[in-house]
């Protein structure tokens, strides 16, 4: 008992965990799946800024400057999100160390670039000189004093420029670089979230298959069980020798109509019949069974019954008989002495008696032992099995002999 | 039909389980053989000859409810140390539950 009680608990528990565990997972797995999503999105926009700033940079050295002002907001926006996160591009903010180190780091940088481009850009004009216009050095020498100290400050501005535009390029490279290391980071996370989103779900789909196995486990169980109590309900109801019901099914049946109050009557017909001489009583009781069944009518059922105390029934030659019952419940009464009748001619026509000197044994003889109750109801079909067919028998005799007189 | 028994109920045994009830009552007892153990006993032919037989330890009696055709394993259930006992049991179940 303790052990089936520990086994039965530890089912139920291992059950509760299983379910636990595929909610758990369920619920999580859904959660990262939701933020593989959301750091797709950072990855993508982190080689957004990447492109966006090389272009950024390209456009402020070929002059084409008066084209980036919307670039370098969307830009600032897209760095501001990507550290602080935002509703405008959708970013989340990534919780990783290294991303948001990088991320800072990405910002301070474009800081300075911006910082740089400006600087050019008040020492330039927007379409000022580009590289390509920068004087040779040898023309500028050659100029006329009045026009030295102008090209002396042209050429101190071009260098200023140059200087200015060389420091746009190494800025240039370290947001790219900076820019790279952000995405680097995000593709990282993103692989991150997206392996755990996947053992999430492994765990999710191997803990439902174990609740579903333990669940068709106990199914499986009950249902064996189920079909092990059938089979008794089966055999404890059945006689052995020819399939028919027996006794008890016949005290389970009659104890149905009784409760049931059938508008119909009910009747109980036993016969006994002799087993014909050289013919074995088992094969004689299968024979009849066979007959009662090929013939069976709605509302009639057959049972083989033993002569017993409890039914009232003696029979001092049990060997040589066979007892039948018929339990009915029709208002069809000439229906049933039909079938009994037929059932008669049938046996004779099977030529089943073959001992026997007329071959037409007619249905009188034949239930020459039967006993013919009529409309029995309510309790009166429990009394009869209760005390006994005997009694039955008399009070039938003493109506048919009132009759007579 | 050489059907068993017991108390005027039907008794069914088949390997490890026994069934005992009339199922058309509404209940019967299902019990499960869970440990046996071997006992010496006595030839009654002859007997100077003691051979070994093997009877049921401990079981599980659980009773069952078949009403209207569907198969439930109640709640009641426990385990009797005997085969007699566990018999008692559901002997005593089976009345009360028909009373």
Redesign the interface.
């Known amino acids: 008992?303790?052990?089936?009680k520990k086994r039965k608990i530890a089912v139920q528990i291992s059950a509760i965990v299983l379910i636990v565990i595929t909610v758990v997972s369920g619920v999580l797995s859904l959660y990262y799946l939701r933020n593989v999503d959301d750091v797709g999105r950072v990855v993508m926009y982190t080689g957004r800024v990447r492109g966006g700033g090389q272009l950024l940079v390209t456009r402020e050295l070929n002059g084409d400057s008066y084209n980036n002002p919307d670039l370098i907001v969307s830009l600032g926006d897209v760095i501001n999100e990507l550290n602080d996160g935002g509703s405008r591009y959708s970013l989340v903010k990534i919780k990783d160390g290294s991303f948001r180190v990088d991320a800072d780091e990405l910002k301070k940088v474009y800081t300075t670039l911006c910082i740089v481009i400006s600087e050019l850009r008040l020492e330039t004009g927007v379409g000022s000189v580009i590289v390509e216009d920068i004087p040779d050095a040898d023309t500028l020498t050659m100029g006329t004093p009045k026009n030295k100290d102008k090209i002396a400050v042209e050429a101190e501005k071009q260098v200023h420029i140059t200087e200015l535009r060389t420091r746009l390029i190494k800025t240039g490279e370290a947001f790219y670089t900076a820019a790279d290391m952000v995405a680097s980071d995000a593709e990282i996370y993103y692989h991150k979230q997206a392996e755990t989103a996947q053992a999430l779900v492994t765990v999710m789909i191997v803990s439902f298959t174990a609740a579903i196995l333990t669940a068709a486990v106990i199914l499986i169980r009950?249902k064996i069980?189920?079909v092990?109590?059938?089979n008794?309900?089966k055999?404890?109801?059945?006689?052995?020798?020819t399939g028919l019901y027996?006794e008890?099914a016949f005290m389970?049946d009659s104890?149905?109509l009784r409760k049931s109050v059938p508008m119909s009557p009910v009747g109980v017909i036993v016969f006994r019949l002799p087993v014909p001489q050289g013919m074995a009583r088992s094969a004689f009781a299968r024979k009849i069974t066979a007959l009662l069944t090929e013939n069976k009518k709605v509302n009639v059922s057959a049972y083989r019954v033993k002569p017993s105390v409890e039914l009232g029934l003696s029979d001092e030659t049990s060997d040589s008989n066979v007892w039948f019952l018929l339990l009915y419940h029709t208002a069809e009464k000439d229906s049933v002495e039909e079938y009994i009748t037929q059932f008669g001619t049938t046996v004779s026509a099977r030529n089943l008696l073959q001992t026997s000197n007329d071959n037409r044994i007619n249905a009188k003889i034949f239930f020459d032992s039967a006993v013919y109750v009529d409309s029995l109801r309510d309790n009166t079909v429990f009394e009869l099995y209760a005390h006994g067919v005997q009694k039955l028998v008399d009070r039938m005799n003493t109506k048919n002999k009132g009759e007579k007189q | 039909?050489?059907?068993l028994s017991y108390k005027n109920r039907?008794l069914?045994r088949?390997g490890n389980?026994i069934?005992y009830g009339?199922?058309?009552t509404g209940y019967?007892c299902?019990i499960k053989i869970?440990s046996e153990k071997t006992v010496k006993s006595e030839n009654k032919e002859k007997k100077d000859e003691v051979t070994d037989i093997t009877v049921p330890e401990?079981l599980?009696v659980q009773l069952?409810e078949?009403a209207d055709g569907s198969?439930k394993?109640t709640e009641q259930k426990?385990?009797r140390t005997g085969f007699s006992n566990a018999l008692t049991t559901a002997d005593i179940w089976l009345g009360q539950k028909l009373r």
Do not use: A, G, H, W
Request: include cysteine.
């Open positions: 008992m303790q052990s089936s009950v069980l189920n092990k109590i059938e008794y309900e055999i404890i109801y059945t006689d052995e020798m027996n008890r389970r104890e149905k | 039909m050489n059907e039907p069914l088949k389980e069934f009339e199922p058309s019967i299902y869970q401990t599980e069952v078949c198969i394993f426990v385990t």
